[in-house]
């Protein structure tokens, strides 16, 4: 049997490679065209009933405690360590209050957590897909076993919402899942919305959320900035805000409608479109590969014959 040449190998290796890329791009192909989902799961928050005492973020952490490795965080004023002050999402907190005052009239609480987008960024980034988005609840989850540890997706975040445990001698990424494996799943609640005491968190469908947002923005214009945070920024999400200040003076960043990562994704599937490209540049490479071969192959013919003189 003849040894295959080089010029087979360079043929091989540039078909299986643009085979590759052209898998990849059709299972990134398939995911196109993604529309909002009002049946999902999600949280609407009224900042002009929260009182901040934070009830949500130690029902977060008792109920999420063991499965989601999530500690208290020692307030700086509290040597005895009796008070859990945060003063960020962390790789022990899912759920934080901030207060944010403009004047000594004007002042709003807040509550961040994941807003489980609609499009999330940090399933798109993720290479391993440690991140996924579930196709019934809309919860955007987080495999530790899968992770990787390369952080894209706080980068790729928004919201900059996800936190790494960079204390931990075995690291992951924490964000709030809707408390799927725990209060979820036994109450059919987010532990966060059953135990608030003034009804600021609503858990429930996103389009039954959406419905009661536009509801109250209807009957109290005057307590409200009328817009519905969440309802179409990056794509749509979730979590939902209603609020008195406006959104970007609470934290809340400023996002086209238009989810970045289907941006990121359109620049990929053009380019991997009938993966034309990728089948240019591999042939490109071979082309040269095998130029710079025969090449080298009469310089050795050259030098051979001086040789033999």
């Given at each position: 049997?003849k ?41 609407l928050?009224d ?12 029902s977060c ?7 989601g ?7 700086k ?6 008070w ?9 907190t899912r ?7 403009e004047?000594e ?5 807040v509550?961040?957590s ?8 940090c399933?798109?980034?993720c290479p391993?897909?440690?991140m996924?988005k ?6 955007v989850?987080?495999n530790?076993n ?5 952080r894209?997706c706080?980068?790729?975040?928004p ?8 204390e ?7 964000k ?6 725990t ?10 919305a ?13 389009k039954?959320?959406?419905s ?17 945070y ?15 200040m ?8 400023d ?9 990121s ?7 991997y ?21 025969k ?15």
């Amino acid at each position: 049997m003849k040894n295959p040449s080089r010029r087979d190998f360079l043929k091989l290796a540039g078909a299986t490679g643009a085979g590759l890329l052209a898998s990849r791009a059709g299972s990134a192909l398939a995911n196109e065209g993604t529309q909002i989902n009002n049946e999902e799961l999600g949280m609407l928050y009224d900042a002009t009933k929260c009182v901040g005492c934070k009830a949500c973020m130690a029902s977060c952490k008792r109920v999420n405690s063991d499965y989601g490795s999530l500690s208290y965080e020692k307030a700086k004023f509290d040597s005895d360590g009796l008070w859990d002050a945060p003063s960020d999402l962390s790789g022990s907190t899912r759920t934080l209050i901030k207060l944010f005052k403009e004047s000594e009239q004007r002042w709003s609480y807040v509550k961040y957590s994941c807003m489980h987008c609609q499009k999330p960024s940090c399933v798109s980034v993720c290479p391993v897909s440690a991140m996924t988005k579930e196709k019934v609840s809309g919860i955007v989850d987080y495999n530790k076993n899968t992770c990787i540890g390369c952080r894209y997706c706080q980068i790729a975040c928004p919201y900059n919402i996800p936190k790494f445990q960079w204390e931990k001698a075995l690291p992951q990424i924490v964000k709030c899942d809707l408390c799927k494996a725990t209060n979820l799943r036994e109450k059919g609640i987010s532990a966060c919305a059953e135990v608030c005491p003034v009804g600021a968190i609503k858990f429930g469908k996103r389009k039954d959320l959406l419905s009661e947002a536009h509801q109250r923005l209807k009957d109290a214009p005057d307590r409200y900035v009328p817009h519905v945070y969440g309802e179409h920024e990056g794509g749509g999400t979730n979590h939902l805000y209603l609020a008195s200040m406006p959104f970007n003076k609470l934290g809340l960043p400023d996002i086209k409608p238009e989810a970045p990562a289907e941006f990121s994704e359109k620049i990929q599937h053009t380019i991997y479109k009938g993966f034309i490209a990728p089948v240019a540049l591999y042939s490109t490479l071979c082309f040269i590969a095998v130029k710079n071969m025969k090449k080298h192959k009469g310089h050795d013919g050259h030098d051979q014959k001086q040789e033999d003189k």
